[in-house]
Structures are given as C-alpha cells and as structure tokens.
C-alpha cells in the first residue's frame, strides 16, 4: 500500500464549477498535511495546510481532514482556467521529519 | 529574501560523468531537504539537513549520491558516474520546522538533469 494515494486524473471541471480533490494516507500517527500545486514544468507551490480535523478555508480553497477516515480533500470552487494543473497531496509522518508526496491529480478546467 | 534558489537550472551530462547541483535554501528556515520528480510522479524524498547535520538519508539514494550542507548555510547535491536512470527533476526545498510543528516546504526551480 502506497505510504499517500491519490487519483491521477485528469479530473476535468468546467469553469465556475467547484473540483474535489481525494487523497488517502496510510499512516495514523501522520500530524501535519498538506496540499502543492504543480504547474506543468515548474516545481511544487505549498497552497494549503491543514492540521485538526474539520475544515480550513482560504479563499477560494478549502481543505478537509478527516483522521478517523485517513483522508484529506481540497475543494476548489469558482474553478478557473489558472488552476489547470497537478494537485498534489503530502503528509508529514515519522515525527515531522520529512513529507511523502502523493502521484498527483491533474486537474483541467474547462473555459 | 529571495526564495529558495537552485543551480543549474538544467543539466546535460554523458553517462558515467559526475555531476554537481547547488541549492541556497531560505536563511531563516532551519531545514533543507532533496527530493527528485519523475515524470507523472510526485515528488520522492532523497535527503534532508537540520542545520549542518545531515538527519536521514532515503534507501533510494545509492553510494553515488551524496550531499552536504556546510556551515549549516547552501546544500550541494552530487551525483557521482551518472546513469540514464539518474534523468529527473531534482528539487530542493527549505522548512521552518520544528518538533512539534511542520510549517509546508518552499520549493527552489529544481534542477533538471539529463543523462544522455
């Protein structure tokens, strides 16, 4: 089992519309996670973190984390072309010492 | 503050050379980590530093890799008789972590390297 699963997509949306994004983990004793969005070519850029469970709003982003589940989401909503990109999801485990990053999800917006 | 910077940019090497990639994290984050990305892959963990101390190193990473972080200040990652399998993005990232919080990773570039 992959230490943080993740659909590869793509997952396709049309403009204004709102894109779910699913990500599973495997380790319970996991603290701190996170979501990076990855344009094509560039590297990663952190978008949200999320530590408790519930939900965490930020602008048009929002992350859920459900512990008990072992599952984290990122809600886009109002979708633009813009967030056309991979999502991806990461989990810190082992103490805080180091993130596992998930395959990613490419997300296509359609105008 | 500049963010995290990485050189080069890109990198073109025959096999069996070696090669040398340099990464200058955040000055205030505490943690400097290297990771490599594949094609349709996220990014894998390779190594990271508290400060000077180089803290763990991934099975992933073969007696050809090394890196070091001296004075605490700039990483070098080097990649000793490369190998056409050694070809990925390499990336660093700086952290303000402590232990009991992990504030994200700022990424730098990343360096791509091709082995030809």
């Known amino acids: 089992q992959k230490e943080v699963e993740q659909n590869s997509g793509p997952l396709s949306v049309p403009e204004g519309a709102i894109a779910s994004l699913n990500c599973t983990y495997s380790d319970r004793g996991s603290q701190s996670f996170f979501w990076y969005r990855q344009y094509s070519g560039k590297s990663p850029e952190l978008i949200m973190s999320i530590y408790s469970n519930g939900d965490k709003e930020d602008g048009r982003f929002t992350a859920q984390l459900n512990k008990a589940s072992q599952y984290v989401s990122l809600l886009i909503r109002d979708s633009q072309p813009s967030d056309s990109a991979t999502y991806l999801c990461a989990v810190n485990s082992g103490g805080y010492q180091k993130v596992t990053f998930g395959t990613g999800t490419k997300l296509q917006v359609i105008p | 503050d500049t963010g995290v910077s990485q050189n080069p940019r890109h990198k073109i090497t025959k096999r069996g050379q070696n090669v040398t990639f340099r990464c200058d994290p955040i000055?205030?984050?505490?943690?400097l980590y290297w990771y490599r990305q594949t094609l349709g892959q996220g990014p894998e963990f390779l190594t990271y530093f508290q400060n000077e101390a180089q803290l763990e190193k991934s099975r992933l990473l073969s007696d050809r890799f090394s890196a070091e972080r001296p004075k605490g200040s700039f990483s070098t990652l080097e990649i000793q008789r490369t190998e056409q399998g050694d070809s990925a993005m390499y990336l660093c990232?700086?952290?303000?972590?402590?232990?009991?919080?992990?504030?994200?990773?700022?990424f730098g570039s990343g360096t791509r390297l091709t082995v030809v």
């Open positions: 000055s205030e984050h505490n943690r």
């Open positions: 990232a700086s952290s303000l972590t402590s232990q009991t919080a992990n504030y994200g990773y700022t």
